[in-house]
């Protein structure tokens, strides 16, 4: 059972930045977290889950929703299990609960938070002056 701790949220003026982390434990036994595609999603209040981006276990394939491509990026720490989601620029319509989400899948993503095994509680992020 796959367990995500996210942190990092919180708030931030319109322009500014953010990084949002997803602690990753509990693997199966030889999977590491590069054995998972990540995604990670979000949901405005009264609004359904959105995918925001995602990358393949190997990182050869990320795919970012139209709102946020030149803005958010997505890292992951082999060694440290955890991975990373890099705001910039943020604007009010950013706000939202955030959530990283992992599958063992290999060779792909998408922005669908229905193909993901384990996710995270989620973390507030709220864009505002």
């Known amino acids: 059972q796959v367990l995500l701790v996210q942190s990092g949220g919180g708030l931030v003026q319109p322009g500014g930045s953010l990084r949002l982390s997803c602690a990753a434990s509990?693997?199966?036994?030889?999977?590491?977290?590069?054995?998972?595609?990540i995604g990670w999603f979000r949901q405005a209040p009264g609004k359904e889950r959105e995918g925001v981006l995602c990358?393949?276990?190997?990182?050869?394939?990320?795919t970012y929703a139209d709102s946020v491509k030149g803005r958010f990026t997505i890292s992951r720490d082999v060694d440290e299990n955890t991975v990373y989601l890099q705001m910039n620029m943020l604007v009010p319509e950013d706000t939202a609960v955030y959530y990283c989400?992992?599958?063992?899948?290999?060779?792909?993503?998408?922005?669908?938070?229905?193909?993901?095994?384990?996710w995270g509680l989620g973390t507030q992020v709220t864009v505002s002056s």
């Open positions: 989400e992992v599958t063992a899948v290999q060779g792909a993503c998408y922005l669908d938070y229905g193909w993901y095994d384990y």
């Open positions: 509990g693997f199966a036994s030889g999977f590491t977290l590069d054995s998972y595609a």
């Open positions: 990358t393949s276990s190997d990182g050869s394939i990320t």
